[in-house]
């Protein structure tokens, strides 16, 4: 059984910083694609950052400059470092993962449960 597990979400004020963390665990044998994204109340889930097994990485205009996803692939781990937070940040911020759980399976979508980022004074 595959699970994605984040954690690091909380509470902080307008300016400040929170490092997002996904360990993907369970049989797995190979992670492609992984990401981050979000969904504040009354809106649809959107997309944040993601980042490739090589490393590329692609950003929402919104948090360009200001967040930066990167991965451990020998963890099966991904981060979302995010800086100088806005209130328009605040959401439940999910992990997304591409992966294959045993050689010979297929590629599957995955995600975490979510972990709410309230940015607020």
């Known amino acids: 059984q595959v699970q994605l597990v984040e954690s690091g979400g909380g509470l902080v004020q307008p300016g400040g910083s929170l490092r997002l963390s996904c360990l993907a665990s369970g049989s797995i044998s190979r992670i492609n694609d992984m990401g981050w994204y979000r969904q504040a109340p009354g809106k649809q889930r959107e997309l944040v950052a993601s980042i490739t097994s090589a490393g590329s990485t692609n950003y929402a205009d919104s948090v360009k400059g200001r967040f930066t996803i990167s991965r451990e692939n020998a963890k099966n781990t991904v981060y979302l470092q995010m800086n100088s937070l806005k209130p328009e940040d605040t959401a439940v911020y999910y992990c997304?993962?591409?992966?294959?759980?045993?050689?010979?399976?297929?590629?599957?979508?995955?995600w975490g449960q979510g972990t709410q980022v309230t940015v607020s004074s």
């Open positions: 997304n993962a591409d992966l294959q759980q045993y050689i010979w399976s297929h590629f599957l979508n995955y």
